[in-house]
């Protein structure tokens, strides 16, 4: 099963802002996406929800409130055996993988955002994954966002930049 993994899109729904093509050719070409938060509007998640499979998303800090009642704070997916949790702000660094794996002890890997920065850290089969933003890279050398390949509780994952 493959994966495709956003976060931080910033996006009003009015196409001031729009993904990158690439990054709806790995969304479309998916079988679920992950958004760890910042859709920003209802608007901008119908458009996401548009491109093809299944979303799942958790609500950020500048979700608006006619989008955050759609939005956990935290979710936990299964896919094809791995379990996959989501969180927007993971907070901060230090100590970050030993915090989320207390957190989301079922969890073989985490998935957030909030920072805009990739990042993709793994020990003892556990992983903790940052896709980055795929339209507003801040202080990252580039837009990005991630894939996924599960397969018989098996979870690989890498950074891709757009």
Do not use: K, Y
């Not at 910042?38 to 958790?58: N, Y």
Request: proline letters at 7%; hydrophobic letters at 45%; glycine letters at 10%.
């Amino acid at each position: 099963m493959r994966v495709a993994i956003v976060s931080d899109t910033h996006m009003r729904g009015d196409g001031r802002r729009r993904l990158p093509d690439r990054c709806v050719e790995l969304i479309a070409a998916s079988d679920l996406l992950l958004h760890g938060g910042d859709v920003m509007t209802l608007e901008a998640l119908v458009e996401i929800e548009a491109i093809g499979p299944p979303v799942r998303a958790v609500a950020g800090n500048m979700d608006g409130w006619d989008l955050r009642p759609r939005l956990p704070e935290t979710d936990q997916v299964e896919v094809a055996g791995a379990r996959i949790a989501m969180v927007h702000d993971a907070g901060p660094a230090a100590g970050r993988l030993e915090r989320l794996r207390r957190r989301f002890p079922d969890a073989d890997a985490v998935v957030f955002g909030h920072s805009h920065i990739p990042l993709h850290l793994r020990e003892a089969g556990f992983q903790i994954f940052n896709p980055g933003s795929p339209t507003e890279r801040r202080r990252a050398p580039a837009h990005a966002m991630g894939l996924a390949h599960a397969e018989n509780g098996r979870l690989e994952m890498e950074l891709v930049e757009l």
